[in-house]
C-alpha cells in the first residue's frame, strides 16, 4: 500500500522561507498534490506535481523527484495567514486514477 | 471564482439514522469526490464518480453508504444506518481531470 511521511510539525518567523518535506513509497506513481487546510475547513489546492522539477505559483513552490520518491513545498515570504496544516496527497495506480491518498499534514506556525 | 458547495454545515443525528449530505459541484467539472477528515486526523478518500457511475471507492465505502447524482447539479452522500464513528468533517470535491480536485467547506456530522 502506499506510505506517505511529512513531519508534524514546523514553526517559521514571518519573512522567513520554510520547506516542508514529503516522502512516498507508492506503486504506479502518477503525482503528489499539495492542500493546505486552515483549522478544520476546506483543503485548499496549492500545486500538482506530475514529472521532476520545480513549479512555481508567486510565493509557493513545489519540487518532486520521482526517482528518490520525495517532493517538497516551499513557502516563501512566510505570512501569518500562513499558519495552517499542509497536506501532500498521492495520485497512484493501486488506489486508483481518481483517488488522493493524503499525508497525515505538517502544521505551521508562523509567528510574528 | 466557482467553487463547491455543500449542504448543511452541521448536520447533528442519533445513531442509527439515515443521512443525506449534498453537494453541488463545480459547474464544468466531471469527476466528483467525497472525503472524510475525523477531528484532527488526516484526510480519507471515499469514494470517486465519473460518467454516471462509481469509479474507485475505499474500503471506508461499504454497504451502508452510497452517492448519487440525482439531476444536473447535485452530488449526494448517503450514509444508511449512522454509527458513532461515522462522526466527521465530509468534504465533497470535484475536478476537470483527476489532477487537479478542489474542495467543498465541508459537512460536519455529528453521531450522537
Known amino acids: 500500500g502506499q506510505s506517505l511521511e511529512q513531519p508534524s510539525e514546523v514553526t517559521a518567523v514571518e519573512g522567513a522561507i520554510v520547506q516542508i518535506n514529503c516522502t512516498y513509497q507508492?506503486?504506479?506513481?502518477?503525482?503528489l498534490s499539495w492542500y493546505q487546510q486552515h483549522d478544520g475547513g476546506a483543503p485548499t489546492f496549492l500545486s500538482y506535481?506530475?514529472?521532476?522539477g520545480l513549479e512555481e505559483t508567486g510565493r509557493f513552490s513545489s519540487f518532486l523527484s520521482r526517482s528518490d520518491s520525495y517532493g517538497y513545498l516551499l513557502l516563501q515570504e512566510l505570512q501569518m495567514k500562513d499558519s495552517a496544516s499542509y497536506f501532500c496527497?498521492?495520485?497512484?495506480?493501486?488506489?486508483?486514477?481518481?483517488?488522493?491518498?493524503f499525508g497525515k499534514g505538517t502544521m505551521l506556525l508562523v509567528s510574528p | 471564482e466557482p467553487e463547491v458547495t455543500q449542504t448543511p454545515s452541521h448536520q447533528v443525528t442519533q445513531m442509527g439514522q439515515e443521512v443525506i449530505l449534498r453537494c453541488v459541484p463545480i459547474?464544468?467539472?466531471?469527476?466528483f469526490y467525497w472525503y472524510r477528515q475525523i477531528l484532527g486526523q488526516k484526510v480519507e478518500f471515499l469514494v470517486s464518480?465519473?460518467?454516471?457511475?462509481?469509479?474507485?471507492k475505499s474500503e471506508i465505502f461499504d454497504d451502508q453508504f452510497s452517492v448519487e447524482r440525482p439531476d444536473g447539479s447535485n452530488f449526494t452522500l448517503k450514509i444508511r444506518s449512522t454509527k458513532l464513528e461515522d462522526s466527521a468533517m465530509y468534504f465533497c470535491?470535484?475536478?476537470?481531470?483527476?489532477?487537479?480536485?478542489?474542495f467543498g467547506p465541508g459537512t460536519r456530522l455529528t453521531v450522537l
Open positions: 470535491a470535484s475536478s476537470v481531470l483527476a489532477d487537479t480536485q478542489y
Open positions: 507508492t506503486s504506479g506513481f502518477y503525482g
Open positions: 506535481n506530475a514529472l521532476d
Open positions: 496527497a498521492v495520485r497512484d495506480r493501486d488506489s486508483g486514477y481518481s483517488t488522493l491518498t
Open positions: 459547474s464544468n467539472h466531471l469527476y
Open positions: 464518480f465519473y460518467n454516471n457511475e462509481i469509479s474507485e
